[in-house]
């Protein structure tokens, strides 16, 4: 009885760690075969008016997202990672029946179009978060975090982190949208 009295304090901490920690992290999502934490997943896409860096006489609106699947990334030009998923995203330019659409997060205007100018411009349109305002709606955390949004304007999937090659299968599954990469890149990159 005594050895049960002094490991109960050990076992309640350990249930109400693995509880927080669940209910912070999220669920297990069995489609992607991934955690989600964010609460958006399933929901329309939040309001938004950001400026279009691509265009400056545009906004980029919730109407802007209805009608194609989108891939929504959130970046940074001083996001190493970012820098990293950046090929991924290039894949997608030939892609038919979706948009890509880039949201520079906390960055300034002038860095962020140098990065894109040197590391090349996956987007066909990017919206200027300076103040982070939009992602954090979104529920994001950091960068870069990606959101699949349907053609009905819901967001149907959530990346944490950068995006590998993996990604294109998720995408095929949930859009129908095939995207034709190099077997080789497959073996070497992916997130299998």
Not at 162 to 181: H, P, R
């Amino acid at each position: 009885m005594r050895k049960l009295i002094q490991i109960f304090p050990f076992l309640a901490i350990l249930t109400l760690s693995v509880v927080l920690l669940v209910k912070v992290y999220g669920g297990y999502n069995k489609e992607l075969g991934v955690y989600d934490s964010n609460k958006q997943v399933g929901k329309v896409l939040p309001e938004l008016d950001l400026k279009d860096l691509l265009n400056e006489e545009a906004d980029i609106k919730k109407i802007d997202f209805l009608g194609k699947f989108t891939v929504l990334n959130f970046f940074s030009s001083w996001c190493t990672t970012c820098a990293v998923e950046n090929p991924i995203l290039l894949k997608l330019a030939d892609a038919k029946d979706l948009q890509v659409v880039g949201i520079a997060w906390r960055d300034k205007k002038n860095d962020t179009l140098s990065w894109l100018s040197e590391k090349g411009n996956p987007y066909d349109k990017v919206g200027y978060d300076d103040k982070g305002i939009f992602g954090v709606s979104l529920g994001i955390r950091g960068i870069p975090e990606t959101f699949i949004i349907d053609k009905e304007g819901k967001v149907i999937a959530h990346f944490i982190g950068n995006l590998q090659n993996k990604f294109f299968n998720d995408l095929f599954e949930l859009t129908g949208t095939d995207i034709k990469i190099d077997e080789e890149e497959t073996k070497e990159g992916g997130n299998s």
